[in-house]
């Protein structure tokens, strides 16, 4: 009822999901590999406006095989990609690039996807990453058990072609509140790989995934602070098995308890009073889905279609 078009949500993502609005300069170094998959090529990309194409498109969010940097550092190396309609091939290696895009091979080159650890400067937290072929499809991981998996499926071992970073030395004040959809329950959590996952069940090449979809992505409804600070509250999450329910009352919390919501944890912190870069975030509910915006025209609309405003006192922030 309240998702937006596909051209909508795309370009949603395209203003409030891209990495400038998402950490601030300094951690820009260092971004997320994530493996997407459907069901004939296995995709990787840091680019999460990319990420929301492919799930449009039909590919399913897999995990996030580790981290690269953004720019090359002392001791990394590009990550080249390339795609020959079928298949996308990564590799570090210049001359295998070369000969890939050879006419006989018909692989082009897309884009550098970042830069990795070449082994000749070490870094605290570094992991391989298996390359795999089946004829048709590479798939790169880093999980031993996953490649032996793959290796018994079809796939055979060709090389460690690379390595990722694990554990990116970031920190994020402020990250964006992302909205889903089913037809029936409104869903905002704070991992963007929550999110891809709900939108799209794992595939057969996964880590063993549980699917929580099928949900559509609706944007972004603003920002939560990652940690408690001065003047904000915890939003608890819950969910009763069809609807997701978000209050920052503990008194509230435990009433929802008692009838039928089970707890999941804290979705990032809001605040209960009005205050600069703050705004309302309005609570609705329709009988059996509970919505959330900061919209004023989505709140029109919502009432229009028989969901009523709940009293709450929840402000978020429209600014990372």
Known sequence: MFRQSIANVIATLLLLVGP???????????RELYRLYNGTDHFYTVDREEVQRAIIGGYGFEEVLGSVATRQLKGTLPLFRLWNGRDHFYT???????????????????????????????????????????????????????????????????????????????????????????????????DFLEAARAQVPPTPVSSGIEPQGPYHAEGISGFVAVTQEAGTVPLYR?????????????????????????????????????????????????????????????VGNAEGANYHVEPSALYIRFIP
């Open 20 to 30: 400038a609005a998402i950490r601030p300069a300094t951690a820009q170094t260092y």
């Open 92 to 190: 570090t290696d210049i001359v295998e690039r070369g000969r890939a895009e050879s006419p006989s091979v018909g692989y082009h080159f897309e884009n550098i996807v970042g830069y990795v650890p070449s082994g000749s400067v070490s870094y605290a937290a570094t992991a391989p990453v298996y390359r795999l072929f089946n004829g048709t499809d590479h798939f790169y991981t880093g999980s031993i058990e996953e490649r032996g998996f793959a290796r018994g499926v079809g796939y055979t071992l060709e090389s460690t072609p690379f390595y990722v970073f694990v554990t990116p030395p970031w920190t994020t004040a402020h990250v964006p509140l992302y909205r889903l959809f089913n037809g029936v329950d409104h869903f905002y959590t704070t």
């Open 238 to 298: 819950l969910f009763n098995g069809t609807d997701h329910f978000y209050t920052t009352d503990l008194a509230e919390r435990n009433r929802a308890e008692g009838i039928g919501y089970r707890y999941e944890r804290i979705a990032g912190y809001l605040r209960a009073t009005p205050a600069n870069g703050w705004v309302q975030f309005n609570r609705l509910y329709n009988g059996t889905d509970h919505f959330y915006t900061a919209n004023r025209w989505e």
